[in-house]
């Protein structure tokens, strides 16, 4: 087990004029090795709640266990838990500082193994430290002949937006968690970017939590999604299930992928066929029917 | 970091409030030259009586107005402490090997925390009661005859609008690159000075990042909207002069007269 979410609750400013509950009695289980996806609208508690998992805002009432570290206030373990379950918030390039590119990169790996002293023998020399992040660079796309050595600040949005990624995944994090990461990038931008988290659940980090406001990154890459309103889960299940409950969804503001809508106005009128997230195959599974009904 | 609230407006219905904004700010600054013409202890009491009276017409917890020195305390308390040791005139009243306390410097620094503590009370009163927007507009209305000799009256006060404007702004930004920071490993609260001073280079350097970024956007929404400057503009909210202006600057007048005609009485 990955995370381990019981009657979490969080309230914001809780004695204060402006008090907000943000999670209410959230209890939730991640798997490892899942692709777990988070929806809500703005203000649902998404963000409260996945900054939770890597010990950035402490849990008030209930209790949270990630990657085997339990999250409370004042455990000596909090890094080693950052260490492991890695953040990507949203615009992860804003948070860029370095002169070069690879001194971003290896920001988080000094903080958290730091370099080789005699302090600290079991840190990284900076061969190890240029190793690693040459490996991060690669596997986010970037050449580390060509990019290492430049300002961060001089490359365009996609390729910033991989550097903020690679500073992140050169920690090598079990639990990797995005938040909304292809928004604001083009079409193609976002394809790219959702195939290199595909590409890293497969090589560093086997569990990914995504938060997205799009219905069709779930369908195409999510295991399981969680639906989030004013601080509650109201489901939780795989995305073929959740698009068949297209009537609450839209009562949450949230739309499905065209491909379920189809299939729901399809099986109203007695042809029902599993959704599927290639629309390609969908498709061929509609047509096998209505031609084998027509025989 | 959200605690922060310096001075910051406090909403209520009272004549205060609703005083003209530039009326308020000729008060405080006739209220401060009240403070620097007080000769003996005597007088403080006018200007303290009417400090409270002021917050009381305003109808402000005195707790808010109180908490407003907190950021200063350390500041009054340093001034204090040197001017105790330093301050050279009057007779020595203890001794202590090269520490030579005197009576003037006594008084002397009594005097400076106490004016100091009016003074950002005074000046905080007038901030929790005035929305910044009328502040930096008042400011303009008070600087226009500078206009003849071609001083960009309008363009200081849209800058110093703007910059209010986004201090809560760039507070939200800060506290969300801090947490990815954080995110990443970084350390704020341990090491010396030196180390915590470094530590900080991966929040600020980002800020700053985002503030050109932000004021670049804004230049070029403003432009987009042909922003030419003061020219023939008009103002959503008038100002007028009625009767609580003029009497509350006759009472600060009257306040600066009267500790005059004290300090010419008792010296």
Not at chain 1, 22 to 32: E, V
Not at chain 1, 115 to 127: A, H, I, R, V, Y
Not at chain 1, 178 to 193: A, H, M, T, V, W
């Amino acid at each position: 087990m990955s995370i381990k979410i019981e009657n979490l609750s969080f309230i914001y400013n809780p004695k204060g004029a402006f008090k907000k509950e943000a999670l209410k009695n959230i209890t939730l289980t991640i798997n490892k090795g899942e692709f777990f996806g988070i929806i809500g609208h703005t203000g649902s508690g998404k963000s409260t709640l996945i900054q939770h998992f890597n010990a950035l805002i402490m849990p008030q009432s209930g209790t949270l266990e990630v990657a085997g570290i339990k999250v409370v206030e004042g455990s000596k373990e909090l890094k080693s838990l950052r260490a492991k379950c890695g953040m990507v918030f949203q615009y992860p390039e804003y948070q860029l500082f370095g002169e070069t590119v690879e001194e971003d990169i290896a920001f988080g790996l000094i903080n958290f193994i730091g370099k080789k002293t005699e302090k600290n023998p079991s840190g990284l020399t900076d061969q190890e430290i240029k190793e690693r992040v040459k490996e991060a660079m690669e596997l986010v796309g970037l050449s580390y002949n060509e990019f290492a050595m430049r300002s961060p600040f001089q490359l365009s949005g996609g390729q910033k937006r991989r550097v903020a990624i690679a500073g992140i995944i050169v920690t090598k994090p079990e639990i990797l968690i995005l938040d909304e990461p292809s928004s604001g990038l083009d079409p193609k931008g976002k394809q790219e970017i959702l195939q290199l988290i595909r590409n890293l659940k497969e090589t560093t980090s086997d569990t990914i939590i995504m938060i997205s406001h799009d219905m069709d990154e779930i369908a195409e890459n999510c295991s399981r999604v969680a639906v989030i309103a004013k601080g509650e889960i109201v489901m939780c299940m795989s995305p073929e299930e959740l698009f068949t409950h297209e009537e609450a969804l839209v009562g949450l503001s949230l739309d499905i992928p065209i491909v379920a809508k189809v299939r729901n106005a399809l099986a109203l009128k007695g042809i029902d066929v599993p959704y599927n997230r290639d629309y390609k195959v969908f498709a061929k599974t509609v047509a096998e029917k209505i031609a084998g009904g027509a025989k | 970091m959200r605690e922060f609230t310096f001075g910051q407006y406090y909403p209520a219905n009272s004549v205060v409030h609703k005083m003209d904004a530039r009326a308020k700010l000729i008060i405080t600054i006739a209220f401060i030259v009240a403070i620097f013409v007080v000769e003996g202890f005597f007088s403080f009491i006018y200007v303290a009586g009417f400090l409270v009276f002021a917050i009381l017409l305003a109808k402000l917890p005195i707790r808010a107005v109180v908490k407003t020195i907190k950021p200063i305390l350390i500041l009054v308390l340093f001034t204090a402490v040197l001017n105790l040791f330093f301050y050279q005139k009057g007779e020595i009243i203890w001794e202590f090997g090269f520490i030579k306390i005197r009576d003037e410097a006594v008084r002397f620094c009594l005097y400076m925390a106490i004016r100091l503590i009016l003074l950002v009370m005074g000046s905080s009163l007038m901030t929790l009661t005035t929305q910044p927007v009328e502040l930096t507009d008042a400011i303009e209305s008070l600087l226009t005859p500078l206009k003849w000799v071609r001083f960009p009256v309008h363009e200081l006060a849209l800058i110093m609008s703007i910059a209010l404007r986004y201090i809560p702004i760039l507070m939200d930004e800060a506290d969300r690159i801090i947490r990815a920071q954080k995110a990443r490993g970084a350390d704020f609260e341990s090491g010396n000075i030196f180390a915590r001073a470094k530590a900080m280079i991966p929040i600020l350097i980002p800020l700053l990042v985002s503030s050109f970024r932000r004021a670049n956007e804004l230049a070029d929404a403003m432009d987009a909207r042909c922003y030419s400057g003061g020219a023939n503009r008009t103002k959503f909210k008038q100002f007028h002069i009625g009767l609580n202006d003029v009497m509350g600057v006759m009472s600060v007048v009257s306040l600066i007269m009267l500790i005059i005609t004290t300090n010419a009485v008792l010296f």
